[in-house]
């Protein structure tokens, strides 16, 4: 049956591959849109990610990385005496002006890390190292800031909050999900460009003893500090990414272009599989009057159904690994995980499986004695 | 009535389809027309039955209830020992897939499928292995002398070679009825011929009763029995003159 499910398949190339760029199409929508969505969202919680800590606390009720609120950066001890807590050191984050060549000014969020741990520095860096901002006036930019910041060379020297700043490193794809550039610098000339006051800062990042389990040791941190939160690392991140998917509707938005493409795929396999159905009735009357049962005759729409989804599936995310390998960028990441990949050629085989019920409903009233009237 | 007398009481008891009495109508909302109205008859092993008769006389009715396609509104049909009116529509199709062959007006070839691919389908329906399958096609392609066109596709066969395919193919679940419509009706004289002796010699050959739905006259020859149907009745049956030579220039023709 698969035999001649196949070779019936083939014979009408035309529609085959109409239909193949229907499963395509969904593929390719459902991937290329869910992996730029993750990897656009994926950007709200890239601090997060990255910041070498397991626990991230803040003030109370935090919701996002990039707006956080002021705490006390004398609570740090509190923190430490925490069971369980083998490092917490302050971490500030705040947004200032950097002067431009061109005379103009640019929003940086400023990133001010402890000078003696580094944690919550930049990674990646191309250029420099990660504890070049030790020296005299040392920040580390991303050189896929290029644009905004006018092409920043090492060494080259700039103001930020009128406090001049020198390029020290280079990093590669630090890009958060708002449009400021990270600069990254001690905490101390963090707070000189902010003109904060030292004695305030935005986190405290925790690194855990071995052994230690983030979650209680978080109930810990609230409990000695109950103005602040504390959350393990992931979900810090989450909430950070939930902020933008639930206040913005960003979720909605991707998700609902995303079910239309969906929709649109669904459409044009279940025309197709009905058209070839249609151009091959007496085809299927004849099996009917030779003797094929109901089962056999969907059994043939379903493995054709199978195997355009099979195949569909297949050139699909060769198309996605393409696309992704050449238009992934840091600014507009495609990230596509092993799941959403599985997930996407599910509903496509489900969606060409019920596009499949479509003909047979035409095929279950087909009158084989249509074969003996032709 | 005129019915189908050339069966005695005990041909009838061991023939290979028998009918009695059976009526058909179709019925398009409140209008009934009535297609067959009481046919008797009977067809023994072996044989091979031509129905002729003018377009609307009920001939290709008559075939779909013998082949199990369609369901007789009264009357008794016996096709190979089974009491057709009582099997559901599954049994139905087990009859038609296991023991009945069909050869169509218009071939009805699988248009994807090779020459030898065709002659399998009723195998594969019946869940045979396909190297079995594909040899038993390849014996049933030299039977018809197509054995150089095994992998040949419909649309690159003539019309003669795809109705001796179709021949092919109804015979490859060597059922014990075989059932045609019209099958020169798509063929030149030539081809007609040619398929017709191909048919004739092989139900024979195998003792498998043949009912053959034909307006075709010049292939009247090859029939044991011809049974005229007019107006949903056996009017007469016939013998074919023995004297009389298969028409040399016979053509297909469907009123």
Redesign the interface.
Same mark, same amino acid.
């Given at each position: 049956?698969w035999?001649?499910a196949l070779?019936?398949?083939?014979?009408?190339r035309g529609k085959l591959l109409t239909a193949l760029v229907g499963v395509v199409f969904s593929i390719v929508l459902v991937n290329i849109q869910g992996g730029l969505f993750l990897g656009l969202i994926g950007k709200a919680g890239l601090l997060v990610d990255h910041g070498q800590a397991d626990i991230w606390v803040g003030h109370r009720k935090m919701h996002n990385i990039d707006f956080p609120r002021d705490i006390p950066r004398r609570w740090v001890y509190r923190v430490r005496e925490v069971p369980g807590v083998r490092r917490a050191e302050s971490y500030m984050i705040g947004f200032a002006d950097m002067t431009l060549p061109s005379g103009g000014f640019e929003n940086v969020a400023v990133i001010g890390v402890d000078r003696s741990s580094l944690l919550g520095n930049a990674w990646n860096l191309t250029k420099g190292s990660p504890s070049s901002i030790l020296q005299n006036d040392g920040i580390i930019v991303d050189e896929c800031e290029g644009e905004k910041l006018e092409y920043l060379e090492m060494g080259e020297l700039r103001e930020i909050g009128n406090r001049r700043a020198r390029v020290v490193g280079m990093s590669h794809g630090i890009m958060g999900f708002l449009v400021t550039p990270y600069i990254f610098t001690t905490y101390e000339r963090a707070a000189l460009y902010l003109r904060k006051s030292p004695s305030l800062c935005s986190y405290f990042l925790v690194q855990l003893q071995p052994g230690a389990d983030a979650e209680r040791v978080c109930a810990a941190i609230r409990q000695r500090v109950p103005e602040l939160d504390a959350y393990p690392r992931d979900q810090y991140s989450w909430i950070s990414v939930s902020f933008w998917m639930t206040r913005t509707g960003l979720g909605i938005s991707f998700g609902a272009a995303t079910l239309l493409g969906l929709l649109v795929g669904m459409v044009m396999v279940a025309e197709t599989l009905y058209a070839m159905v249609l151009d091959r009735l007496?085809?299927f009357?004849?099996?009917?009057?030779?003797?094929?049962?109901e089962t056999?005759v969907y059994s043939i729409l379903l493995v054709q159904a199978l195997i355009m989804a099979t195949v569909g599936s297949i050139i699909g995310l060769m198309t996605v690994a393409g696309i992704q390998h050449f238009f992934s960028t840091p600014r507009a990441p495609i990230m596509v995980p092993w799941w959403l990949s599985l997930s996407s050629c599910v509903l496509v085989l489900v969606i060409c499986l019920i596009a499949a019920l479509l003909p047979y409903l035409r095929i279950r009233k087909l009158?084989?004695?249509m074969?003996?009237?032709? | 009535m005129i019915a189908d007398k050339e069966f005695n009481a005990m041909d009838r008891e061991h023939a290979a389809v028998r009918v009695e009495r059976i009526h058909k109508a179709y019925h398009n909302g409140t209008t009934s027309t009535p297609v067959l109205t009481g046919v008797d008859l009977a067809v023994r092993q072996g044989e091979c039955v031509f129905l002729a008769g003018p377009s609307g006389s009920g001939k290709?009715t008559l075939?779909?209830i013998l082949?199990c @396609?369609?369901s007789a509104d009264q009357g008794e049909v016996r096709i190979l020992d089974q009491d057709v009116i009582t099997l559901n529509e599954?049994r139905r199709?087990?009859?038609?897939?296991?023991r @009945?062959g069909?050869v169509?007006?218009?071939f009805?070839l699988?248009?994807?499928?090779t020459a030898a691919?065709n002659i399998c389908?009723?195998l594969?329906?019946r869940k045979v292995s396909?190297r079995t399958a594909r040899q038993r096609a390849e014996v049933l392609l030299e039977a018809v002398g197509l054995a150089d066109k095994a992998n040949s596709h419909p649309g690159n066969l003539s019309a003669g070679q795809c109705q001796r395919v179709a021949l092919a193919?109804a015979l490859a679940g060597d059922p014990d009825l075989i059932l045609a419509?019209e099958p020169t009706a798509s063929l030149d004289g030539t081809n007609g011929q040619e398929v017709m002796t191909l048919l004739r010699q092989l139900t024979t050959e195998q003792g498998k009763a043949a009912i053959v739905v034909t307006h075709d006259h010049r292939i009247f020859s090859f029939a044991d029995r011809i049974l005229h149907l007019e107006n949903g009745r056996i009017v007469r049956t016939t013998k074919p003159d023995p004297q009389a030579p298969p028409s040399e220039s016979a053509t297909g023709s469907k009123g």
């Amino acid at each position: 049956m698969w035999s001649l499910a196949l070779k019936t398949l083939i014979a009408d190339r035309g529609k085959l591959l109409t239909a193949l760029v229907g499963v395509v199409f969904s593929i390719v929508l459902v991937n290329i849109q869910g992996g730029l969505f993750l990897g656009l969202i994926g950007k709200a919680g890239l601090l997060v990610d990255h910041g070498q800590a397991d626990i991230w606390v803040g003030h109370r009720k935090m919701h996002n990385i990039d707006f956080p609120r002021d705490i006390p950066r004398r609570w740090v001890y509190r923190v430490r005496e925490v069971p369980g807590v083998r490092r917490a050191e302050s971490y500030m984050i705040g947004f200032a002006d950097m002067t431009l060549p061109s005379g103009g000014f640019e929003n940086v969020a400023v990133i001010g890390v402890d000078r003696s741990s580094l944690l919550g520095n930049a990674w990646n860096l191309t250029k420099g190292s990660p504890s070049s901002i030790l020296q005299n006036d040392g920040i580390i930019v991303d050189e896929c800031e290029g644009e905004k910041l006018e092409y920043l060379e090492m060494g080259e020297l700039r103001e930020i909050g009128n406090r001049r700043a020198r390029v020290v490193g280079m990093s590669h794809g630090i890009m958060g999900f708002l449009v400021t550039p990270y600069i990254f610098t001690t905490y101390e000339r963090a707070a000189l460009y902010l003109r904060k006051s030292p004695s305030l800062c935005s986190y405290f990042l925790v690194q855990l003893q071995p052994g230690a389990d983030a979650e209680r040791v978080c109930a810990a941190i609230r409990q000695r500090v109950p103005e602040l939160d504390a959350y393990p690392r992931d979900q810090y991140s989450w909430i950070s990414v939930s902020f933008w998917m639930t206040r913005t509707g960003l979720g909605i938005s991707f998700g609902a272009a995303t079910l239309l493409g969906l929709l649109v795929g669904m459409v044009m396999v279940a025309e197709t599989l009905y058209a070839m159905v249609l151009d091959r009735l007496g085809e299927f009357g004849t099996l009917k009057a030779i003797g094929a049962t109901e089962t056999q005759v969907y059994s043939i729409l379903l493995v054709q159904a199978l195997i355009m989804a099979t195949v569909g599936s297949i050139i699909g995310l060769m198309t996605v690994a393409g696309i992704q390998h050449f238009f992934s960028t840091p600014r507009a990441p495609i990230m596509v995980p092993w799941w959403l990949s599985l997930s996407s050629c599910v509903l496509v085989l489900v969606i060409c499986l019920i596009a499949a019920l479509l003909p047979y409903l035409r095929i279950r009233k087909l009158d084989p004695m249509m074969v003996l009237q032709s | 009535m005129i019915a189908d007398k050339e069966f005695n009481a005990m041909d009838r008891e061991h023939a290979a389809v028998r009918v009695e009495r059976i009526h058909k109508a179709y019925h398009n909302g409140t209008t009934s027309t009535p297609v067959l109205t009481g046919v008797d008859l009977a067809v023994r092993q072996g044989e091979c039955v031509f129905l002729a008769g003018p377009s609307g006389s009920g001939k290709t009715t008559l075939l779909s209830i013998l082949g199990c @396609i369609l369901s007789a509104d009264q009357g008794e049909v016996r096709i190979l020992d089974q009491d057709v009116i009582t099997l559901n529509e599954r049994r139905r199709a087990a009859l038609r897939r296991n023991r @009945i062959g069909f050869v169509f007006q218009r071939f009805h070839l699988i248009r994807g499928l090779t020459a030898a691919e065709n002659i399998c389908v009723p195998l594969t329906l019946r869940k045979v292995s396909p190297r079995t399958a594909r040899q038993r096609a390849e014996v049933l392609l030299e039977a018809v002398g197509l054995a150089d066109k095994a992998n040949s596709h419909p649309g690159n066969l003539s019309a003669g070679q795809c109705q001796r395919v179709a021949l092919a193919r109804a015979l490859a679940g060597d059922p014990d009825l075989i059932l045609a419509d019209e099958p020169t009706a798509s063929l030149d004289g030539t081809n007609g011929q040619e398929v017709m002796t191909l048919l004739r010699q092989l139900t024979t050959e195998q003792g498998k009763a043949a009912i053959v739905v034909t307006h075709d006259h010049r292939i009247f020859s090859f029939a044991d029995r011809i049974l005229h149907l007019e107006n949903g009745r056996i009017v007469r049956t016939t013998k074919p003159d023995p004297q009389a030579p298969p028409s040399e220039s016979a053509t297909g023709s469907k009123g």
